[in-house]
């Protein structure tokens, strides 16, 4: 606790400066700092979060938002531990995480650990369904989550405290200020926990009661950004990511002890240039990204260092052809530069180039875009990658939307180069994929309604598994085939009487993600469902607000998930229940509220990885202070 105190007091030393600023700056609109692929949804299912949601939560990381939000399949290991996302039967693999439109994936294993991304940090969690290679290249066949962060509308200072159950004890500050033409915002926290919450050890005989051992976890963070307007058509954007985590890995139920320790450490930075022709826009934008990831693990005299390097570049054009006619067209590189001391060379580099391009018509009833890539990896041609989306209005408050594209995903640099096992021959996952669906809407003075309908289907070739090889190690190869499909169903109510506001979210997903081919000896899991993709995945969120109180009551069920291939051993089905309830005191150019969460309410025992505890019930308060001037 003492830098997490001395934190604190840092940030209340800078209030005074941070008034001497405000009392300087001019309120003009903020410069707006958007991403270029934003307009090429046409025919895809977006999710959103309540806006209530990301306030309720500032101490949250993504995978906490996520779990509620809906849209994925999240494999959690612990509180504060490991989590990936899936989507639509795919694998963890299979999701893009976008910054901004850059990739957070690593190259190294092809994964983003959601729970090393701050909720504070973010005012976008936006979940695009289905498979968007033809955007954002490889390994987004299932889902991507756009992260991002809005320009400040207001100068001012916000302050936060959230504390509770286990130990959990996290702080942030933001400072916004506006200038005639610049706007600037910096964003802190720090975050402290024991996690050593209790729960029934089903491994050992008798159930017995334990507490988690060794899933301490330190975080502290800082980003910045700086917008600048130059002249009436010019504007130049400024980011920059710096974190540090530092998390105890936990010992599954099957184990006594752990002592083992991992530090995760991120440098990011992005630039962009923006200019708006008259008749041509384009953007010149870049991003470097240095992640560390240290593992030491003293029982097993392990201390393993993980390095990678990614610099991603895009020069970016866009114009109008028609009054109904958009184009795109974006030169990409990147490079990716990995250390290891599990390859064999002192390190890794890998080039990626792709072309791509986008086409969209705009009329009163229909929306269509095509959408076409090439990519380039070391020299070699990545197969050609096309997509479209199309939307139309059959009636003013009826729209029938649907997409198709072809997907592949690039073996990741383990894949190719660890040691022992990796190999150098694999190649690309490649498949398509397509849904259709159809989308209502229904406005009346007092209630807003829409529903949303949607069927996908996704077959996956040459997936990638790591098998035991005859030489004694994992190895992986080029062996699967896997083919998903599915239903579903969105709802969303919103009525407004007088003071009273009420909102209903609902979002369900039945899946079917089966093996359709397996390489020898892995029979038993032909036309078998995935590991640890449920058939059932249900979401609610009912949010009430009146004057200055909001409350929200959440639902979220999964259903029955295999842990192994051949289906001999599966984790149950579970429910869980949140409690989250606020309260708003503003007072001129002064906003304070407290905000309550009651997680797991009704104290579910429940696994969301084999052998990984969750907690039961646990309580979390937050305090934060708004000061504008």
């Not at 072809?406 to 021959?425: F, S």
Request: hydrophobic share 40%; net charge positive.
């Amino acid at each position: 606790m003492t830098r997490t105190g001395f934190f604190v007091l840092a940030l209340w030393g800078c209030i005074g400066l941070a008034k001497a600023q405000l009392n300087d700056t001019l309120q003009l609109a903020p410069i707006e700092v958007a991403t270029s692929k934003a307009p090429f949804y046409t025919g895809y299912r977006a999710i959103e979060p309540d806006s209530l949601l990301l306030k309720a939560m500032p101490g949250a990381n993504l995978s906490d938002v996520l779990e509620r939000q809906g849209g994925l399949s999240l494999r959690t290991y612990g509180m504060g531990s490991l989590s990936t996302s899936a989507a639509r039967g795919a694998g963890s693999a299979h999701t893009a995480v976008l910054w901004d439109g850059f990739s957070l994936l690593s190259p190294m294993n092809g994964l983003s650990d959601l729970a090393l991304l701050p909720v504070f940090f973010l005012d976008d969690s936006r979940v695009q369904q289905g498979a968007a290679v033809a955007l954002f290249g490889s390994g987004a066949l299932g889902a991507a989550i756009h992260l991002g962060q809005s320009q400040p509308v207001r100068s001012g200072v916000q302050l936060f405290y959230e504390g509770g159950s286990f130990g959990q004890h996290t702080t942030g500050a933001r400072l916004s200020w506006l200038q005639k033409r610049a706007s600037h915002d910096l964003r802190m926290f720090a975050k402290r926990a024991e996690n050593d919450f209790p729960y029934l050890n089903i491994a050992n005989f008798g159930s017995p009661e334990e507490r988690l051992k060794n899933a301490q976890l330190s975080a502290n963070g800082l980003l910045y950004q700086f917008g600048l307007g130059l002249g009436k058509r010019d504007s130049l954007a400024v980011k920059l990511w710096l974190q540090q985590y530092e998390r105890g890995i936990p010992p599954p139920m099957t184990a006594a002890n752990a002592a083992s320790v991992q530090s995760d450490a991120a440098l990011r930075a992005q630039i962009r240039w923006m200019h708006q022709g008259k008749k041509i826009a384009w953007q010149i934008r870049q991003l470097y990204s240095l992640e560390d990831n240290h593992f030491v693990d003293p029982l097993a005299k392990l201390d393993e260092l993980h390095q990678f390097k990614s610099v991603i570049s895009e020069v970016d054009f866009q114009g109008q052809l028609h009054k109904n006619w958009r184009w795109q067209a974006v030169a990409h590189h990147s490079m990716f530069a990995a250390n290891s001391p599990a390859y064999d060379s002192v390190g890794i580099t890998q080039h990626r180039y792709a072309l791509w391009s986008a086409w969209r018509l705009n009329t009163s009833r229909w929306r269509g875009q095509i959408l076409l890539r090439q990519e380039i990896v070391e020299g070699k041609l990545v197969p050609f990658t096309p997509g479209m989306g199309l939307e139309f209005n059959l009636l003013p408050q009826i729209i029938l939307y649907g997409n198709a594209s072809r997907t592949y995903r690039l073996p990741t640099l383990n894949d190719l180069y660890w040691q022992p096992g990796g190999n150098a021959m694999l190649k690309p996952e490649l498949g398509w994929s397509a849904e259709a669906g159809i989308r209502q809407t229904y406005k009346l003075a007092w209630l807003e309604q829409e529903i949303n309908l949607g069927y996908f289907r996704q077959e996956v070739q040459d997936w990638i598994i790591w098998l035991p090889s005859v030489a004694g190690y994992w190895s992986p190869e080029n062996l699967l085939a896997v083919s998903s499909s599915g239903l579903e169903a969105r709802l969303k109510l919103s009525s407004s009487l007088g003071r009273h506001k009420l909102r209903l979210l609902a979002d369900y997903a039945w899946v079917k993600s089966v093996h359709t081919r397996v390489g020898p000896g892995q029979e038993n899991r032909l036309n078998k469902q995935l590991i640890y993709v449920p058939k059932h995945q249900l979401r609610v969120q009912l949010w009430y607000e009146y004057a200055r109180f909001f409350g929200g009551l959440m639902h979220n069920f999964t259903g029955q998930r295999f842990v192994t291939s051949d289906h001999s051993s599966a984790l149950d089905p579970f429910l869980l229940n949140h409690l989250q309830a606020g309260w708003r005191l503003p007072f001129r150019q002064t906003e304070v509220s407290l905000g309550l969460q009651i997680n797991n309410l009704f104290n579910t025992s429940y696994q969301a990885v084999q052998w990984r505890p969750m907690p039961g019930r646990f309580y979390l308060f937050n305090l934060h202070l708004k000061m504008y001037s």
